[in-house]
Nanobody, 127 residues
Framework: QVQLVESGGGSIQPGGSLRLSCAASGLTYRHVCMGWFRQTPGKEREGIAIISTSGRGTLYADSVEGRFTISRDNAKNMLYLQMNSVLPEDTAMYYC????????????????????WGQGTQVTVSS
């Protein structure tokens, strides 16, 4: 079955950097579009970044554009989120997700509706 396992979360001070990882198994990784979402208690889950099967296409939410970078390694079935210049409002549970897009793409983040999800990794930004 499909498994997505996030890692790399933790506590960090504002302005710092953190890299999240997501290991994927049980699917043909090079055929799936991948993304990162985040959620805080009492709020809706927010899609923050997605990446195409090749890695050449990316989309970001305004809240993270210019600070976060999504990337993937198809040889290792891995997804990454490099988080720089973090802010207290970046505190959330972060989830990776996969959609078997088959080489397709999306014209906006909200079109990314993945059926596969990881369990999440917590990121806390605090001084």
């Amino acid at each position: 079955q499909v498994q997505l396992v996030e890692s790399g979360g933790g506590s960090i001070q504002p302005g710092g950097s953190l890299r999240l990882s997501c290991a994927a198994s049980g699917l043909t990784y090079r055929h799936v579009c991948m993304g990162w979402f985040r959620q805080t208690p009492g709020k809706e889950r927010e899609g923050i970044a997605i990446i195409s099967t090749s890695g050449r296409g990316t989309l970001y939410a305004d809240s993270v554009e210019g600070r976060f970078t999504i990337s993937r390694d198809n040889a290792k079935n891995m997804l990454y989120l490099q988080m720089n210049s973090v802010l207290p409002e970046d505190t959330a549970m972060y989830y990776c997700a996969a959609d078997p897009c088959g080489g397709g793409w999306y014209d906006r983040l909200s079109k990314f509706q993945p059926p596969y999800w990881g369990q999440g990794t917590q990121v806390t930004v605090s001084s």
